[in-house]
C-alpha cells in the first residue's frame, strides 16, 4: 500500500528512518501530541543540518529539546513548531509557527514554500504566546464556523427548505461572505454593519 500511495504522490520510500533523513532537508514531525516523544526519540541522533518540523499541538520547542537533551536557549538541532489547521486538506489552511533561534532565513523560506500549496496564510511568530493564540484564531476556528453552519442549515429546515438545499446555500454564503471580507480590506465590523443595513437585519 506504501508504494502505491508513494507512486500516486511522486514520493520514495526508504526503509528506516536513517536512510529517509540522508535525503532530506526538512523532516515533519506529524504525529498527535501524545506520541511525538516516540517520534523524536526513534530520530536520535538528530542531525543540525536538516530542520525538523512539528505540528503537535502543546508540545513546545523547550519540551522537544529536553526529550534530546538539548538547550532550547543554544540549541543545535533546528525545529520548527508549527500550528496546522484542518482546511489544509482542501489547500485552504491557516498556520502559524515558531522557529528555534539557530534556523536561517533560506530555511525558514524553503519551509514557507513547501507549505505554500496547502496554507496561504502562514504567519511567523516571534513568542510561544502568540504560536498558542493561533490555536484559537486559527486552529481550532473551523469547528466554529462548522457550528454557525449547523445553525444557520438547521434554521432554513425550520423554515421549510430541504437539508440540502439549506446547507449548500450557508456553505456558499460563508464562503462569499469570508472572499467579501478578504477583498475588501475591511474591518469587520464595518462589513456587519454595511450588510446588516443591505439586507435590512437589526
Given at each position: 500500500?506504501?508504494m502505491a500511495m508513494a507512486k500516486?504522490?511522486v514520493?520514495?520510500?526508504?526503509?528506516?528512518?536513517g536512510?529517509l533523513?540522508?535525503?532530506s532537508?526538512i523532516?515533519?514531525?506529524c504525529?498527535k501530541?501524545?506520541?511525538l516523544?516516540?517520534?523524536v526519540?526513534?530520530?536520535m541522533?538528530?542531525?543540525?543540518?536538516i530542520?525538523?518540523?512539528?505540528i503537535?499541538a502543546?508540545?513546545?520547542?523547550?519540551?522537544?529539546?529536553?526529550?534530546?537533551?538539548?538547550?532550547?536557549?543554544e540549541?543545535?538541532?533546528?525545529i520548527i513548531q508549527?500550528?496546522?489547521?484542518?482546511?489544509?486538506?482542501?489547500?485552504?489552511?491557516?498556520?502559524?509557527?515558531?522557529?528555534s533561534?539557530?534556523?536561517?532565513?533560506?530555511e525558514?523560506e524553503?519551509f514557507?514554500?513547501l507549505?505554500k500549496s496547502?496554507?496561504?496564510v502562514l504567519e511567523?511568530?516571534?513568542t510561544?504566546?502568540?504560536?498558542d493564540?493561533?490555536?484559537g484564531v486559527?486552529g481550532?476556528?473551523?469547528?466554529?464556523?462548522?457550528?454557525?453552519?449547523e445553525a444557520?442549515?438547521?434554521?432554513g429546515v425550520?423554515?421549510g427548505?430541504t437539508?440540502?438545499?439549506?446547507?449548500?446555500l450557508?456553505?456558499?454564503?460563508i464562503?462569499?461572505?469570508a472572499?467579501?471580507?478578504?477583498?475588501?480590506h475591511?474591518?469587520?465590523?464595518?462589513a456587519?454593519v454595511r450588510y446588516?443595513?443591505?439586507h435590512?437585519?437589526f
Open positions: 500500500m506504501a500516486g504522490l514520493a520514495s520510500i526508504y526503509p528506516s528512518i536512510e533523513t540522508d535525503n532537508d523532516v515533519f514531525w504525529t501530541p501524545k506520541d516523544k516516540t517520534a526519540t526513534s530520530d541522533p538528530l542531525r543540525s543540518d530542520v525538523y518540523v512539528s503537535a502543546g508540545i513546545s520547542l523547550t519540551q522537544i529539546y529536553s526529550w534530546i537533551g538539548e538547550d532550547s536557549n540549541p543545535e538541532t533546528k508549527m500550528m496546522p489547521n484542518t482546511p489544509c486538506l482542501v489547500g485552504q489552511g491557516a498556520a502559524g509557527f515558531i522557529t533561534e539557530n534556523i536561517s532565513e533560506a525558514v524553503l514557507k514554500r507549505m496547502s496554507f496561504p511567523r511568530m516571534k510561544i504566546k502568540e504560536l493564540a493561533t490555536t486559527a481550532s476556528c473551523p469547528a466554529y464556523i462548522f457550528m454557525v453552519a444557520i442549515a438547521e434554521a425550520k423554515q427548505l437539508w440540502d438545499q439549506s446547507l449548500r450557508t456553505v456558499q454564503t464562503k462569499g461572505a472572499m467579501l471580507l478578504e477583498q475588501s475591511e474591518h469587520p465590523a464595518v456587519k446588516e443595513h443591505a435590512s437585519i
